[in-house]
């Protein structure tokens, strides 16, 4: 699994788990358990936009890789035109 996937699985996780905190606080009218609750649903979603920043990084690198591949072809083309 993919370190970004893994920190958005852990993100969702975290979240649903705070929503649930959150709830049970609400029902039992603890306001410790709501806060808890809800710094762990905002502890989800920061994992999980950890994740979406490490797929933005990979789909850069990605992205550059293919540019410099290309240019390395178009130089190898001119070149290889010349030599002939």
Same mark, same amino acid.
């Given at each position: ?6 920190? *958005?699985?852990?993100?969702?996780? /975290? @979240? ?9 606080? *609400? ?8 806060? @808890? ?7 989800? #979603? ?5 994740? *979406?920043?490490?797929?933005?990084? $990979? ?9 410099? *591949? $290309? ?5 190898? /083309?001119?070149?290889? #035109?010349?030599?002939?």
């Amino acid at each position: 699994m993919a370190d970004s996937t893994k920190d *958005h699985v852990s993100g969702a996780i /975290d @979240q649903t788990a705070g929503k649930i905190e959150q709830g049970i606080g *609400h029902a039992v009218g603890d306001a410790d358990t709501v806060a @808890q609750g809800q710094a762990d649903e905002a502890q989800g #979603r920061s994992e999980s936009a950890w994740g *979406h920043v490490k797929d933005a990084a $990979n789909n850069v690198g990605e992205g550059i890789g293919d540019a410099a *591949h $290309n240019v390395g072809n178009a130089v190898g /083309d001119l070149f290889h #035109r010349d030599n002939k």
